[in-house]
């Protein structure tokens, strides 16, 4: 059973930023592949960036060049910078991986931008 606990979400002005942390219950090491997701009121959830075990990455459009997802396996922790962030960015934040076909989330964090 794996465990995942976000934090690192708040209240920020737009064009702040934010650095949200993802700790699993276990290694990850042997995981694949890490992702962080969001979901605004009323949208379905969407992908925001995916690393990978061999440290590959990518991002959704929207965030390019603004977000940096990065994984440290001593922590057993995944995070994601954002920075310049926008009101378009306010959603919970989750942390994701699967495997053999099952989905694993953590609680969510909530990120809100306003002025």
């Known amino acids: 059973q794996v465990q995942f606990v976000e934090s690192g979400g708040g209240l920020v002005q737009p064009g702040g930023s934010l650095r949200l942390s993802c700790t699993s219950s276990?290694?990850?090491?042997?995981?694949?592949?890490l992702g962080w997701y969001r979901q605004a009121p009323g949208n379905q959830r969407e992908r925001v960036a995916r690393?990978?075990?061999?440290?590959?990455?990518n991002y959704a459009d929207s965030v390019k060049g603004r977000f940096t997802i990065s994984r440290d396996n001593a922590k057993n922790t995944v995070y994601l910078q954002m920075n310049s962030l926008k009101p378009e960015d306010t959603a919970i934040y989750y942390c994701?991986?699967?495997?053999?076909?099952?989905?694993?989330w953590g609680q969510g964090t909530q990120v809100t931008v306003s002025s």
């Open positions: 276990g290694s990850i090491s042997g995981f694949y592949a």
């Open positions: 994701n991986t699967a495997i053999d076909a099952t989905q694993y």
């Open positions: 690393i990978t075990s061999y440290g590959n990455t």
